[in-house]
């Protein structure tokens, strides 16, 4: 039998505030199931500290399964989720996100990312959006994914960022 590793043996990583562990748990592809309520628990046990699921994972599935598994929110675990995928006009963006904070079972998501920038909304409406749920005080820090270094620093004009998820596939990596 193999000998349990924490997470934390990988070391820390601060995200504003935050300190996580190096390893955390994407999950894309859990369920609201046993099984992955089981598989979240065991993350935990096993030092996992961050989350990162999305509004649009599962259709909403993995949010449900993380808010069922594990609410409320131990010290120290932190959750981040995504909103924005297909759309990101404010309305939209709020929407996601009440229906977010409802399926995880909480009244404040650690790190918002959004998921997508909207090529038919400005940037800049978007992120004064994302600024606005912060300072209502419903996300605690603000992320980005898929974005360019451009978009990165004309979003960092409305926001502070604390976070990219960019895609990285070594079997698709360009020298």
């Given amino acids: 039998m193999s000998e349990n590793i924490s997470a934390a043996q990988a070391g820390t990583i601060s995200l504003g505030d935050l300190t996580v562990n190096r390893i955390g748990l994407g999950t894309n592809r859990i369920t609201n199931t046993p099984d992955a309520h089981n598989l979240l628990k065991r993350a935990l046990e096993l030092g996992i500290n961050?989350?990162?699921?999305?509004?649009?994972?599962?259709?909403?599935?993995?949010?449900?399964?993380?808010?069922?598994?594990?609410?409320?929110?131990?010290?120290?675990?932190?959750?981040a989720t995504k909103g924005g995928a297909?759309?990101?006009?404010?309305?939209?963006l709020r929407r996601e996100l009440e229906e977010s904070l409802k399926r995880l079972k909480t009244d404040r998501i650690d790190l918002y990312q959004l998921h997508r920038v909207d090529a038919n909304i400005p940037l800049e409406v978007t992120m004064q959006a994302?600024?606005?749920?912060?300072?209502?005080?419903?996300?605690?820090?603000?992320?980005?994914?898929?974005?360019?270094?451009?978009?990165?620093?004309?979003?960092?004009?409305?926001?502070s960022i604390v976070s990219v998820q960019n895609e990285y596939n070594c079997g698709q990596s360009q020298t």
Wanted: net charge negative.
């Fill in 50 to 79: 961050f989350i990162d699921t999305a509004h649009i994972y599962g259709e909403g599935e993995s949010e449900e399964g993380i808010g069922n598994a594990i609410a409320p929110y131990g010290n120290g675990l932190f959750v």
């Fill in 86 to 92: 297909n759309e990101a006009a404010p309305q939209q």
């Fill in 130 to 159: 994302i600024k606005s749920f912060q300072d209502e005080g419903l996300i605690r820090h603000i992320g980005l994914s898929e974005v360019t270094v451009e978009q990165l620093q004309q979003a960092m004009q409305v926001a």
